[in-house]
């Protein structure tokens, strides 16, 4: 590892690093790049680092500089585009994932650029914005009986990755109670009900599945992978977060299978209400199709028509039109038309 003779105080974001053994637990607030250097010598004990931002390229530059990181490896942490992957070094191995929570339910789903990376002693993770998931990790890494103090870098890398797949589950857990209230809200013909709800969550879903489907490949490549770094014992911690991301594009695949249910029971629906105002209507139209031509027939004024100089003809008319719509109407009800 070389060191840069050169790094300035970083005042913003702030540098989380914990220092830790099976007996030891250190955080610290680093102000500069340089304030890592003495963590390094350590090999006694291993240390994570969390960085905040990925927008500050040169704060990038000068950790790349202490570390020795490939220059590829410094623009894939910067570039937020940049594809999910797993890359293998002499010193360090790195990872590219992207990170999902939720904000606003499941109305509003974020993706986060985060890239990881392990060497012997060492564990960095650089995340796109400060809100992350990783408390968990903060809170058992202070546990001196905890494996994360015990095991390998690798492990606790594992555990990184793994608060990250626990987070698909609960994004797929919002999903779900999205798409049993929009099956609800079809059954029982809410008037709030719209397609355009359903196609907001089929398009979650597709997003979800798009940074889904790279982890699988990933934790694959890593369990097969027979890197020094990465100890067979702990191989199992990989095939277990394998078979849940299995699960997980199994999960999302019945989803979308739900969602397309979803969005033609919500079209049959449509069409059923459709149908029930056009036979209303021919009901309606059909009763007055008599009437129309009775008026009709009498509105024509034709002098030698006798009906029109009965002095009861006006109530007569109105009489038969009482009944025959009575009688229509009793008609259609027995035939069960509306």
């Known amino acids: 590892m070389s060191k840069n003779n050169d790094i300035g105080e970083i005042t913003s974001p702030i540098l989380e690093l914990y220092s ?10 680093i102000k500069n790049v340089e304030q890592v250097q003495p963590f390094l010598l350590q090999q006694d004990y291993k240390f994570w680092l969390n960085i905040s931002t990925i927008s500050n390229k040169e704060l990038i530059t000068q950790i790349g500089t202490l570390f020795n990181l490939h220059p590829l490896v410094i623009e894939a942490i910067i570039d937020p585009d940049q594809r999910p992957k797993i890359e293998e070094f002499d010193d360090y191995i790195f990872i590219v994932t992207k990170m999902l929570y939720s904000k606003n339910g499941v109305k509003e789903i974020k993706v986060e650029h985060l890239s990881i990376l392990f060497g012997s002693n060492f564990i960095i993770s650089f995340q796109e914005n400060p809100q992350d998931i990783f408390d968990p990790i903060r809170t058992r890494l202070e546990n001196p009986k905890g494996k994360m103090r015990r095991l390998g870098t690798d492990y606790f890398t594992y555990t ?6 626990d987070e698909y589950y609960a994004i797929l857990e919002l999903i779900a109670d999205a798409i049993e209230k929009m099956e609800d809200r079809i059954i029982g013909q ?3 009900m719209n397609l355009s709800d359903i196609y907001h969550h089929r398009k979650t879903l597709s997003k979800v599945r798009k940074n889904s489907w ?13 890197h020094a770094l990465i100890k067979r014992k702990n191989i199992t911690y990989i095939n277990d977060i394998y078979e849940n991301s299995i699960e997980i594009l199994e999960n999302l695949e019945l989803q979308r299978e739900a969602m397309g249910t979803l969005a033609e029971m919500y079209m049959t629906q ?6 029930e ?5 021919t009901v309606i139209a059909t009763i007055f199709i008599p009437l129309t031509f009775i008026a009709g027939v009498y509105g024509m004024n034709f002098k030698e028509m006798p009906e029109l100089e009965w002095s009861f003809g006006y109530p007569i008319i109105w009489l038969i039109f009482i ?3 009575a009688l229509m109407i009793y008609y259609f009800k027995r035939k069960k038309w509306f």
């Open 20 to 29: 830790f053994g099976e007996n030891k637990f250190e955080k610290h607030l």
């Open 160 to 165: 990184l990755i793994d608060s990250i797949v």
């Open 190 to 192: 809410k008037n709030n």
């Open 214 to 226: 790279p982890m699988r490949e990933i934790l694959s490549q890593w369990k097969k992978s027979d």
């Open 270 to 275: 449509l069409s059923t209400k459709q149908n």
């Open 277 to 281: 105002v056009m036979k209303t209507l």
């Open 323 to 325: 009944i025959l719509t």
